[in-house]
């Protein structure tokens, strides 16, 4: 399988189609989990937790997935999570709260791809299986998501996500010096 671009589900992979620049697929985050947890079926996509209680309420933060059997989270923080301080404070107050009821918590910015060393990196999985090519951009001058777009915070954001992932930051910046 040629692993591509991510999405967050394989159906809006498939909406959004072939990436014609470097004639990569969009792949689904689910594809990629099975490919790294092979043997966890109970991931659960876009569906409140109904056992976190908040003040007394019932909290309805809905993670992008998650796996019960892993006690972990998987979120996707596409475009907006980089461009709106609200929605990046929430982020982190929910990051904050799966954590204390003891899950662990994986945000995917939409600029790192699943290559085997961001696998490894985040999920502390070795995938023998080639995933995403290490050596393809993962942002460009060309699309609307550089830090130019981006709010401050979200910039800072970005820079730190980077700083984790320093292979795939040289490969972006060798990739848009002919801007």
């Not at 014609?20 to 937790?49: C, M, Q, S, V």
């Not at 951009?137 to 830090?147: A, G, H, L, N, V």
Request: with cysteine; net charge negative; proline share 6%.
């Amino acid at each position: 399988m040629i692993y591509g671009f991510h999405r967050e589900t394989e159906e809006m992979a498939q909406k959004v189609g072939i990436d014609k620049t470097f004639n990569l697929p969009r792949t689904g985050i689910e594809t990629y989990l099975k490919a790294i947890f092979p043997e966890t079926n109970d991931w659960i996509h876009d569906k409140a937790i109904d056992t976190i209680i908040v003040n007394g309420k019932v909290c309805r933060f809905r993670p992008d997935y998650r796996s019960e059997s892993l006690k972990l989270i998987v979120e996707i923080d596409e475009i907006p999570h980089y461009q709106n301080p609200i929605v990046i404070l929430k982020d982190k107050e929910k990051t904050k709260l799966y954590e204390e009821f003891g899950y662990k918590v994986v945000r995917i910015p939409y600029f790192i791809q699943l290559t085997n060393s961001t696998v490894k990196e985040m999920f502390g999985v070795d995938v023998e299986e080639q995933l995403f090519p290490e050596n393809v951009p993962s942002i460009s001058y060309k699309d609307f998501c550089t830090p130019a777009f981006l709010c401050d915070a979200g910039v800072k954001r970005m820079a730190e996500e980077f700083m984790k992932y320093p292979e795939q930051l040289e490969i972006n910046i060798i990739n848009n010096l002919n801007f």
